[in-house]
């Protein structure tokens, strides 16, 4: 299961012309602007003529409100991901952590 990336990351041009973002200490970008992150890569895909790719779970796709994220995959590589907000007004339980009694 993915993790939320915690760092910064930075925008790169792979060499099969893809638009993806790396793991780097000075970079300009974390969780607190994500939003710009996906907005300066959508724009530098555009600029650069390059695939820019956001992992969407399947069928979510044409869902509005998809809350853009920096997840962890494999070998802890950062990658953007655009995932459905959670709504806690249908019903759904919501879990609360343990409250002390005595």
């Given at each position: 299961?993915?993790?939320?990336?915690?760092?910064?990351?930075?925008?790169?041009?792979?060499?099969?012309?893809?638009?993806?973002?790396?793991a780097?200490?000075?970079?300009?970008?974390?969780?607190?602007?994500?939003?710009?992150?996906?907005?300066?890569?959508?724009?530098?895909?555009?600029?650069h003529?390059?695939?820019?790719?956001?992992?969407?779970?399947?069928?979510?796709?044409?869902?509005?409100?998809?809350?853009?994220?920096?997840?962890?995959?494999?070998?802890?590589?950062?990658?953007?991901?655009?995932?459905?907000?959670k709504?806690?007004?249908?019903?759904?339980?919501?879990?609360?952590?343990?409250?002390?009694?005595?």
């Amino acid at each position: 299961m993915a993790k939320i990336f915690n760092g910064n990351v930075s925008i790169f041009k792979s060499g099969t012309n893809k638009i993806y973002i790396g793991a780097e200490p000075e970079g300009a970008f974390n969780m607190g602007n994500v939003t710009e992150l996906v907005a300066k890569m959508t724009e530098l895909g555009k600029q650069h003529k390059a695939e820019v790719n956001f992992f969407i779970p399947q069928g979510k796709a044409t869902d509005k409100g998809l809350n853009p994220v920096i997840l962890t995959g494999r070998g802890g590589k950062p990658y953007v991901a655009l995932l459905p907000a959670k709504n806690t007004a249908d019903g759904a339980a919501v879990k609360s952590g343990p409250t002390k009694l005595l």
